[in-house]
């Protein structure tokens, strides 16, 4: 939601994931939280990292997309740009954020080790 209105279609913006491998797809005991089941494969840090860029980059093109479109006969309305815009804006302050802690974490264990 943005300053109180949130854009209609948005979910038409929306990127829904693809499981790309068998081994980042997880069943789940329908906990919240969702621990997997006993004898499935988990995904690794890297792959979930991975996934999170692609996703990041995924979204960054739609909002190009619907800022592109913005003139022409099939635009998405002005909420919609907004919301796309917005989304990846947060998708890449979140991915900052972890590069940032990524990187405080690498450097204590410098620290450590020193």
Known sequence: MLNGIQ?????RIQH???????RSAQTTTGIPGGAPVEGT??????????DSIRQANVLR?????AVASLGSQHAA???EVLGAVEQ?????RTMLEVHNKLVQAYQ???????
């Open 7 to 11: 854009p209609a279609s948005i979910g």
């Open 41 to 50: 494969p988990q995904a690794t840090f890297k792959e979930m990292l991975l």
């Open 108 to 114: 204590e264990i410098q620290h450590i080790v020193d």
């Open 61 to 65: 093109q739609d909002a190009d997309q």
């Open 77 to 79: 309305g002005p909420a």
């Open 88 to 92: 990846t804006d947060l998708a890449f």
């Open 16 to 22: 829904t994931p693809q499981v790309t491998t068998a």
